[in-house]
């Protein structure tokens, strides 16, 4: 079992930057790989980055690849999300998750953080 929680959203104009971290705590948390969802009004939750447990290799969507970064802190039980040039369609809560394997579904992840709200402003 492992409790997510993430912080740092906020609201922002376009082009800007905001960092979001989730702080883990429970079973050992280096044996997750680690992802960041979003949720925008009225469509479903997607996949926007992932970092794996083993090596910390990276994967992203295309809609934010080369705009995010995800990175983790092993000994800080923590993720981050970096996400720069920020666009109105970003807008979104933005969700942590957990699982024993990598993968871009939702449904493959067992845990999730309660989300943190980021609005862009054009």
């Known amino acids: 079992q492992v409790q997510l929680v993430e912080s740092g959203g906020g609201l922002v104009q376009a082009g800007g930057s905001l960092r979001l971290s989730c702080a883990a705590s429970g079973r050992t948390f280096d044996i997750y790989a680690m992802a960041w969802f979003r949720q925008a009004p009225g469509k479903e939750r997607e996949f926007g980055a992932g970092?794996?447990?083993?090596?910390?290799?990276?994967y992203y969507a295309d809609s934010v690849k080369g705009r995010f970064t995800i990175s983790r802190d092993n000994a800080k039980n923590t993720v981050y999300l970096q996400m720069n040039s920020l666009k109105p369609e970003d807008t979104a809560v933005y969700y942590c998750?957990?699982?024993?394997?990598?993968?871009?579904?939702?449904?493959?992840?067992?845990?999730w953080g309660q989300g943190t709200l980021v609005t862009v402003s054009s």
């Open positions: 970092i794996t447990r083993n090596d910390g290799s990276t």
């Open positions: 998750a957990a699982s024993a394997l990598d993968g871009t579904r939702t449904a493959r992840y067992d845990y």
